[in-house]
């Protein structure tokens, strides 16, 4: 590293750096609790998977005395910002809710979970800027592979031809001239993103990444926010607060290289990093843990139920049937819990199932309902499945 980046990075600028790294992730971390209390402490309608099924539920009371704590716990890191018992027990209580209903596990808790592990539980102090570097090295990576493996997801031909023409609908319902040329950008997106991506590892092009990566979030904010698609607003505080990652992280006169923040052979957190994710290619980790949100590459189901089956259900799940055709009915899950949690479905298929396994409970006739899953992977995907509720 240069003499300015030693200068900056040993002094008085890395400590405060830090801290305001751990502040951009507790304020939009408790701005997505306070948006989704349902996901949290309910009253909710949308079934709950836990992690193991023989997992003492948390009751209502507790639940609301822990999500509480978690306001109070982020309120005292900010407080005492070099203390770490304060993120120790707001992880341990995320966990803890984690382990009751895999819904929860949405990409935004799971990095933000991540980032303050890597920030806030590292060791070091005011002497020891060396520790408190490989910190920020850590939370470099972190960001560095979140849009590499972002971008690596898109590259299918669902997301080129599909979602991203949809993201960016409130461009193309003003200027419906534009489409063809934005969608045919849809099919370059994917590489773009992972090129920004390396492009912060490298000294010769970060200064063009970063740029790029606030405009993706600008442009993404626009395209959800309330004056385009208006839609999944618990993801809007998540992108502006990646905006400020990026500018915390990757700006300033610190001089880093690629080395300094992917080699690191004494701290497993820097393989979890990079391996987990890409675990998820070949169906061995999770789409949602591994930067997939909107990537088009996202397992998805459809509960079908006739028109007996439909009538059997209860009212909290009737309100989210689609009659599509006679005698054939959709549970339309992306509403459901969009509407009761004000989250989107957690993608996999063993949460499906379970789901679909809460429903056939309501059912007089168990043979009135169909779940269809189909797995979209890079590799090994696995062909499109149906299961009645015997099978579940």
């Not at 709950?48 to 716990?73: H, M, R, T």
Request: aromatic letters at 12%.
């Amino acid at each position: 590293m240069g003499k300015q980046g030693n200068a900056e990075d040993g002094g008085v600028a890395l400590p405060r750096r830090l801290f305001l790294l751990r502040l951009t992730i507790l304020v939009p971390f408790c701005t997505g609790l306070v948006m989704s209390p349902g996901l949290w402490t309910g009253p909710r309608s949308y079934p709950k998977v836990p992690v193991w099924s023989l997992l003492p539920p948390i009751g209502d009371a507790v639940a609301a005395v822990l999500y509480g704590a978690l306001f109070v716990l982020a309120g005292l890191a900010m407080i005492v910002p070099r203390a770490r018992w304060p993120i120790a027990g707001l992880l341990a209580i995320i966990v803890t809710f984690c382990l009751a209903d895999q819904t929860r596990w949405q990409p935004w808790v799971f990095q933000y979970g991540f980032l303050l592990a890597v920030v806030g539980l590292a060791g070091g102090g005011d002497t020891a800027p060396v520790d408190d570097l490989q910190t920020l090295n850590l939370a470099r990576l972190v960001i560095v592979f979140t849009y590499v493996f972002s971008g690596l997801q898109k590259i299918n031909l669902n997301f080129m031809e599909n979602e991203f023409s949809w993201i960016i609908t409130p461009i193309t319902s003003l200027l419906p001239s534009m489409a063809i040329a934005l969608d045919a950008f849809g099919f370059l997106v994917p590489f773009v993103q992972v090129a920004f991506g390396v492009g912060l590892l490298t000294r010769r092009f970060r200064r063009a990444s970063l740029a790029a990566a606030v405009g993706m979030h600008i442009f993404v904010l626009a395209m959800f926010g309330p004056l385009g698609l208006n839609w999944n607003d618990i993801v809007w505080p998540w992108t502006a607060a990646m905006a400020v990652f990026d500018v915390l992280l990757f700006s300033g006169p610190a001089e880093f290289a690629w080395r300094d923040i992917v080699w690191n052979v004494r701290d497993l957190r820097h393989g979890a990093a990079v391996a987990l994710p890409a675990l998820s290619f070949f169906n061995l980790w999770d789409s949602y843990l591994s930067s997939a949100l909107y990537s088009g590459n996202l397992t998805e189901a459809q509960i079908y139920l006739s028109d007996l089956g439909a009538a059997a259900t209860t009212g909290n799940v009737r309100p989210y049937l689609v009659r599509i055709s006679e005698n054939t009915n959709v549970l339309n899950l992306q509403r459901w819990a969009i509407e009761d949690l004000n989250v989107t479905p957690y993608a996999e298929t063993r949460v499906f199932k379970t789901i679909a396994k809460d429903v056939c409970g309501t059912l007089r006739n168990r043979d009135q309902l169909v779940l269809v899953v189909k797995e979209q992977r890079m590799f090994f995907s696995r062909p499109e499945a149906g299961f009645r509720c015997s099978q579940l």
